[in-house]
């Protein structure tokens, strides 16, 4: 293999852990924030005299979800898979009881024109432009594409881990398609259901409201409080969203682990003996904790400032997504002809699909890269190509400095 191709593969990998990294980071960080708002809530809300727990607070919850996650992902397969099952009939139950109950129970209900066609130009960001509107509303879906999950969706396309699945090549690209088809017809219904439950977008985002400015939050506890005098539905409903992303955030850790387990057993990270060392289990138990610990770490930053931790986890979805990309971009260019299909393919729509991919990640990290909000200033700026381009020094200059006198590909571990 060459040096050049050895490059590629340790790139991809580099992208790829610490985009999951990121990714938990999020998730659980998410949680944390939501676990927030429900003691808030519970109460009074903030126009009730309610508890507003402060950022150490929540960086509190963020470290103890992290613990809770450490520690049943260091428990045995068995356990993981029955968890897995449970969170998946959780979201699939919880999605299609929130989609149903919320415009239900709501008293005034949006018309089909404005959950349709309105534009929320009236947003405080000084945006205007519909059309700009639109494309930064197409990031939401793929944030949640890329094995993550929105607090205001219960539901995503998880991660695939093929590392411990029977017939890999059949069933993780099975597993995969499947996913995200569910993910896009039930995760379309319950935005659906949710947004026609939306009727004053500006004091949904107002920090004055019950729920602080935390929007889903606030539509879910005024449907009940409309209707009941009390928003106690509400906050049920917010608790099953809750442990939906408690799930998520329990898959990303087993997801990171077993990619850094993989990495290390390649010898693709900094002392990887120790990474991929396994327990009685056969569970990667070191790669375990050093996923939560990064995950950790990498929430630290919003203490000082919430511009760099924006920035920081921004490279969860678009450091994955160049991390994907990027074979498929082989795979369609320099692979074209030597390329040998696996069982499982798509024939000779393979290419064109595989195009269409790389040009549509090449889209959405442009997207990804265009300011939020104007006017622009430091506080305001978009700092996701800093933090990409920060990745990619990093991992270039750990390849120059040290990884290409070590790393020489992955360890084939089955006979030819």
Not at 345 to 363: F, R
Request: charged residues 10%; proline residues 4%.
């Amino acid at each position: 293999m060459s040096k050049v191709s050895v490059f590629y593969i340790f790139a991809i990998a580099e992208f790829n852990i610490v985009g999951q990294w990121a990714g938990t980071t999020s998730i659980d960080f998410s949680l944390a924030q939501l676990l927030q708002v429900i003691i808030l809530l519970c109460t009074g809300g903030k126009n009730g005299g309610g508890y507003e727990a402060s950022k150490y607070v929540v960086m509190g919850f963020h470290g103890g979800i992290l613990l809770i996650h450490a520690i049943l992902n260091s428990l045995s397969i068995t356990w993981l898979s029955f968890f897995g099952q449970l969170a998946a009939a959780w979201n699939f139950v919880g999605v299609f009881v929130l989609m149903i109950l919320i415009p239900t129970v709501a008293t005034e209900k949006a018309s089909a024109k404005f959950v349709f066609t309105h534009f929320n130009t009236d947003n405080g960001d000084g945006i205007r432009s519909k059309p700009y509107i639109f494309v930064l509303g197409l990031l939401m879906s793929q944030y949640t594409l890329s094995g993550q999950l929105k607090p205001s969706i219960p539901v995503s396309s998880k991660h695939f881990q093929t590392e411990e699945t029977k017939n890999a090549d059949k069933n993780g690209p099975r597993g995969i398609i499947s996913a995200i088809g569910i993910s896009i017809i039930v995760g379309f219904g319950y935005i659906l259901g949710i947004t026609f439950a939306v009727t004053d977008i500006p004091y949904l985002l107002s920090s004055d409201n019950d729920a602080g400015g935390y929007a889903i939050a606030e539509v879910f506890y005024q449907s009940f409080n409309s209707r009941y005098g009390n928003g106690v539905g509400g906050i049920i409903c917010l608790g099953v969203v809750a442990i939906a992303i408690f799930f998520c955030g329990m898959g990303a850790v087993t997801s990171n682990s077993r990619m850094a387990y993989a990495f290390s057993r390649d010898g693709a990270m900094p002392f990887s003996p120790l990474w991929h060392k396994v327990n009685k289990h056969e569970v990667p138990i070191n790669a375990v904790w050093l996923s939560v610990v990064i995950s950790f770490c990498m929430a630290l930053p919003s203490l000082g400032s919430i511009v760099a931790f924006q920035a920081m986890v921004s490279v969860a979805t678009i450091a994955l997504y160049i991390a994907y990309a990027l074979p498929i971009f082989f795979r369609v260019t320099l692979a074209r002809k030597s390329f040998i299909p696996g069982p499982f393919n798509l024939g000779s729509y393979g290419i064109l699909v595989g195009w269409v991919a790389v040009l549509w990640v090449a889209t959405i990290s442009v997207l990804f890269s265009l300011p939020v909000v104007y006017p622009i200033t430091k506080d305001t700026l978009n700092y996701t190509p800093v933090a990409i381009g920060g990745l990619l020094i990093l991992t270039v200059s750990s390849w120059i400095l040290s990884a290409r006198h070590w790393f020489t590909g992955p360890i084939t571990n089955i006979d030819t």
